[in-house]
Each structure stands twice: as C-alpha cells, then as structure tokens.
C-alpha cells in the first residue's frame, strides 16, 4: 500500500473517535497547539530558511516567495488564529430540526463531522495552521498535501502540532501532511473515495481546475473572482466613487476585489470623470470601450479577452451598458460567479439585481470586498466557494460539516 | 459543436428566467404536463411497446423488463406524482437567515434553484416524469439521459411534456432529452462543467460508481444499501423479530431494506430461533455465523464476501457480536452507510449507536425501511444521498436548491 493509501486509512480510522470528542477537549488542543507554536518559534523560522534558500534559488520572487516566508509576526498570528477558532461556536452535535411524523417516529437531523477533508494548497504554511484548526474544531481529520516549496515549514509545523495534540490525548493521525512532494501523491489523494470525504483545494486558478478536472473525491471548488460593480443610471455618483475605488485599490491582490465597472450610459458622462480621477489617483490602470475612452482619452483600449479576466492587480476595465438588464446579462457570462454589486438609489433595479445576478454574493450599494468570513460574522474561514452544492460563498466552520438523520422510534414498522 | 453542448448551453440560458418563475406559473405547468400525460396515454403506451419489443428481443427480463414497462395505471400514477409536487411548498426564495452587522450591512442567505441539473438514469420512464417535475418546481432546468432501452418511451413523454409547458409560456428548454443513446454523449454530460451544475446519477452501483469515477461535474451520490440491525444484549426480542422481518420482507430490492444482522452474544440464543422462524416464513434465505449456526442448523454458512453485500433480494447474513462496541466498528467498516437501526431498551446503548454509526439515516428501535422522501414529510424524493457533501439521506425540493448571499448596503466600503 502506497504511504497515501496509508494515510487515508488512518485518518479514516481517527474520525470516529475525533467525532466523539467534546468542545472542551477540542478547545484544548488548539489552545495547547497554539502554545507549542510559540514556543517552537525559532524551530519553524530555521526550516522556513531552508524552504526560503531553496525557493530564491529557483528563481522564485515576488508574491510567491512573500507568501512561503514566516518571521515572528507572522508565526504570532498563525498561533493567534487557532485560539480565535478555539473561541468560536462548535457546530458539531447542533439538532437543526426534530418533529414526530404520524406514526410517532420522532425524526431529527443533526450537525456531524464530514469524516475525512483533505486540504490541496500552494507554498503557504498558514494553511497548515488553518487547516489544521478548522478540521479539529470539527471533528474532522485532516490530510494535508501542501506545496513542495514549503515542505521544510509544513513538517516543522505538523511535527510540533502533532506532539502538542497527542498530550491531550488526541492521536497524532488527526493531522497528517503528505511529505512526498510528487505529483503522483497528489494524484493518489484525489482517488482516495475510500477514505476521503471531501477534497478542498487552496490556491490559484491552475490548481483548482486540476484538482476539479482531476478528482473522484467530491470537491468544494474555492473561487476566483472576476468580480462586477455596476454603476445604475440612478445612481449616487459620490458613493459609486467611493466603492468602486475601495473595491479596487484596497487589496487588488485578493478574489473579492472589482476587477470590471458596468456604468449606464445614461449616467457614464458624469460618472466616469470622477471614477476615473479617484482610481488614477491610486495608480490603476483603466481600460474601457470606445464610449468611456472618448470622454477620458487617457483610458486605454479594452479587448474582449478584459471582460473574461482576474488581473488581481491595480487593474480595471469600464464597460458602457444600455440597461440594468444588459449588465445582468453581461454579469451572468463573464463573472466567476463570486461577488457583484449595483450602486443605485431605484428600488426595483436593486431588487432586479439581487435576483437576477447569479452569484455567490450579490450586493446593493457595498463594496465587494466584504465577501469575507470574518466580515460575514463566521469568525474563521477554509475559503469561498463558487460553486452551488454543499457550500456557496465564506465557508465557515459550518461548512466543514455534514448532517445525519437520528431517528427514535418504539417499534415501528413500515406498511 | 455536439448537440449535448448545444443543449448545455440552452439550458444554462433558460435557467436564468426559471429561476424568476413565480411559484403559481410553476404550479400551473406542472399540472398541465399532467393532464398532457393523461390525454396522450395511449402514444406514450405505443412508445412504450416499441421499447418493450425489441427489449424482449435483446434478452432483457425480469425485473429490468417490469421497470420498463408503462401500462395505464402507472401512467396514471406518473401524472399524479405531477400534481402532488405541484402541492409542494416551493422552497425557492426563503431567506434563511438575516442579520445586521455592526457596520449596517445587512447580510441575508437566500435559496436559489441549482441552476442545470442532469439525471443520468436506467431505463425506467417515471424517472423521466418525476425528474422533470421535481426541476421545474425547484427553478432548474434539467437535461436528462435515460437508459438507451426506454429511448421511445422517453421520447414520447418529453415531447408530451414540452408542448404543455410551451403552452403555459415557458421554453421548452427547460427539460431536454439527450437522444443520443451512445456513451460517448453520457461521457460530455459528465464533463460540462460550463454549464452543469450539479450531476444526479439514479441507478443501479455500476451506473453510480461510473458516474463518480468520471464525472468533472460535482455529483450527489445517491446510493447502495446495505443496512444493517443490531440486536443489543438488552433488547425487546418481539419487537426485533417484527423490525427484522419488516425491514428484511417488504420489499427486498429497495435500498432501505436490512441486509445484515448482528445480534449481541448474550441474546443470541433466544433470539436467533423467533427471528429465523419468521424469516423463513416469508422464504428469506439465511446465512450465519458458527455461533448462530449451532443454535439453528438449518442456517446456512456466510462468508467475508456477505458481509459486503448488497442482496437486494430474499436473503439476510446474521453475525453474533460480543458487545456494541463490536457492532459499531463492524457497521462502520462494512455498511455503505444509508440506514441503520439498533433494537435496544437501554438509554446509553441508544445514544452510542445514534450517535457513532456514520450513516445517513440511524434508527432506535424502528425499521430502516422508513428511510424515503415520502416517510421523512418532503413529499417527493429524487433519491437518497450517501454522501456527506451537500445533502446526506432522502433529497427533497430542499436539496436541488442553493443559496446566495444578498447584502443591502447603505455605501458601505471595508477598511
């Protein structure tokens, strides 16, 4: 058997004990992990080096690299994010609905584990931590295979997590990670039905759709965001200025900023001066079509391959719509279905809009970054989902759950 | 482009008025289609005599010939299976929750249809009726691919079907037949991701298990069943001899009923003969363990291979456990985890096998055969989930549902 199937086998096997353990020896746990990080600091900063030396020596930079390297701080707050779980409601055990039937049975539904997650991820060894935090605080039992830049950080992390659980009496199986970097291994993983209840992947788009292409595992499809704001012909232009640049220049990097405006033509000749100016102002660059273009000329000419993309850079596009219903429809074809908003003051376009806009997220007069799990009041969050079974939008800790049916019955049989 | 593509993408096209159907225009078809059934009886008969001929010819019989098969009350019985969905609470815009956050935004969960549903099935027509009726109450369209054996009979009932709901001013995109009856078309059913949402397989374990196997579509498994009973050491023995034989006799092909039985070690020798006897009375073939085999004779030798199985017919495997612990652990590695009932009149053993059997449906003292749409109150079934993602059990309308964040906002932007 290959070490993955192995793995698979265990985690499968420590669920059901995981599932039976109470809020209070969970809580214990994370807080005793949290701890143990801490004190391992400089442990995790020298594998963290080796991972770092290795990374620049391939050539990696950038974005990339800032997002493999760990310092002080930011082993601070991964510690910091477990206690924060380890404060959060526990979803497990929760009855969402019980009622007798006629024939006296009394038939419940009630929150439980998943069973068996496994974690797909690039080069961050935060996700280690989260991951590792939001399973346990479940009742799940976590596999984790994370990128083979981070492998030095992510076998430091486990390693001292592993040894901080099993003091509390939990097994070390409860958290694994795949040390074998191959791509076989993620393979394996992603064919692992027999154990694996779910298979979440963390990262950019080439990862998500490898693993969506790739996996017989059910998988909960974490999302881009070529997200929309669409500026009404009703519209306050003031507020319309202000979101639009928070959406856009607040974190450019990130899925739930704006990455296209929709202005009506009606309003576009007074709106786009001041969009414009507000976005210049924080160095985005603005494309857009010829309407937009012969009212600011420094706007630079949009293609058809603008409408489809994600820049996650200080980037934008400008469309020109005739109605509210040309911008739902464009909406509907070209966004990945994560967040849109429409800024108006029309009652109807704004409930058109809410219902019309087929996406994860839908908003009147907001800035789209709130599509957060923290901002929606989760507290934690495994990513959002842009797809629309099981999960859709911030997944919290409820989302790392599934349901069962408890049934009391005093000799019932069916006629 | 192939006409499966064609269809996807006239599908995901009508998806987005559906989703704005009130639920009286939804009603209002549903019963037209029904009365449309009922009036073209006899073109769906002829149709259906086309696929019972050259079946017969092909060797088919048997239980897969009976399911085939329409005659006027089954088809009565399809069309009023129409006009009860029609009587279904429409579940498609409830807000589930809403709250105020502290910065005013207001955040709401709303249930919204799936989007484009297929159903790839076997060669039973109602699936055909049902699956129709139960997208278009729930704002889904729905491509369906039935088993190439029931094409006439398929084919006569959708065209029935989309002149009746032309005529009520919805396309006739919204329920589609792939005609092709080649596997090549199943295999791009399974790879549409561009405009499927989610994937129903309803059939037999090889049409589930190829469906999972290959499907890039997230899919809901609905599943096998091999449930089990545990006769605990402090049992009623009447009441587990009258669950035994319900669960085991009624109906034996359906999933629900018990396959397995395990009997605690300190009740096994009053408890094996009164089972035995009544089993034997209605010709249930049983097989067993040494122990019980000792105890009644006539009980044939099971193998490892039985505890695995499911009979879907007259037989039942019986294994003597030394305690619950033992019959846990042995459901839990075995079953396919669908229903499971213990029969016990001790509090701690109830809420230990409630509580650690990791099946969707989990009985105290009732007979699995309850498992079902109908007995849980959802009124219609599309078929019962044994996976964890999504939906666990019985699917209702509920479960062909989303949902979607609506957020009001008042100029909110994130810091």
Same sequence: chains 1, 2.
Avoid at 205 to 216: F, M, P, Q, R
Avoid at 297 to 324: C, F, G, H, M, R
Wanted: charged share 30%; glycine share 8%.
């Amino acid at each position: 058997m290959s070490s993955v199937v192995v793995m698979g086998e265990k985690a499968k096997k420590v669920s059901y004990s995981l599932a039976k353990l109470s809020t209070i020896e969970k809580n214990e746990a994370l807080i005793k992990a949290s701890n143990a990080i801490l004190d391992n600091k400089e442990e995790i900063i020298k594998a963290n080096e080796i991972d770092l030396k290795e990374a620049r020596e391939k050539g990696i930079k950038g974005a990339l690299l800032d997002r493999l390297a760990l310092n002080e701080d930011r082993i601070n707050s991964m510690a910091e994010g477990l206690k924060d779980i380890a404060l959060l409601d526990d979803p497990i055990g929760e009855v969402i609905s019980m009622k007798k039937r006629a024939n006296g049975l009394v038939i419940g539904q009630k929150r439980v584990p998943l069973g068996v997650i496994g974690i797909i991820y690039e080069a961050r060894p935060n996700v280690t931590v989260d991951g590792f935090g939001l399973c346990l605080k479940t009742g799940n039992a976590v596999i984790l295979k994370g990128g083979k830049e981070a492998i030095n950080s992510n076998r430091a992390i486990i390693s001292i997590i592993q040894k901080a659980i099993e003091e509390c009496g939990i097994s070390k199986d409860a958290v694994q990670l795949i040390e074998d970097t191959s791509r076989e291994s993620t393979i394996e993983l992603m064919k692992l039905n027999k154990y694996l209840d779910v298979l979440i992947p963390r990262g950019g788009a080439g990862l998500i759709k490898s693993v969506v292409e790739n996996s017989t595992v059910p998988v909960i499809e974490t999302g881009a965001g070529n997200c929309h704001i669409y500026v009404d012909n009703d519209a306050d232009i003031d507020m319309a200025v202000s979101i639009v640049t928070n959406a856009k220049t607040t974190r450019p990097g990130v899925c739930n900023s704006a990455e296209k405006l929709l202005i009506h033509k009606d309003i576009v000749e007074k709106a786009i001066k001041p969009i414009y100016e507000s976005l210049k102002e924080k160095n985005v660059e603005v494309r857009g079509d010829e309407i937009v273009r012969k009212l600011v000329p420094e706007i630079l000419q949009a293609t058809e391959e603008d409408w489809k993309e994600e820049y996650l850079d200080y980037i934008i596009a400008v469309k020109t719509v005739n109605s509210i219903d040309e911008a739902i429809e464009h909406i509907n074809e070209y966004s990945t279905k994560h967040s849109e908003a429409i800024i108006t003051n029309n009652y109807f376009n704004s409930q058109r809009f809410l219902d019309e806009v087929d996406s994860a997220a839908v908003y009147v007069n907001a800035s789209t970054r709130f599509t957060d799990g923290s901002e929606f009041g989760f507290g934690a969050e495994i990513g959002i989902s842009t797809q629309k079974l099981h999960a859709r939008g911030p997944m919290g800790l409820k989302e790392l759950t599934s349901t069962k049916y408890i049934i009391y019955g005093n000799g019932q049989s069916r006629n």
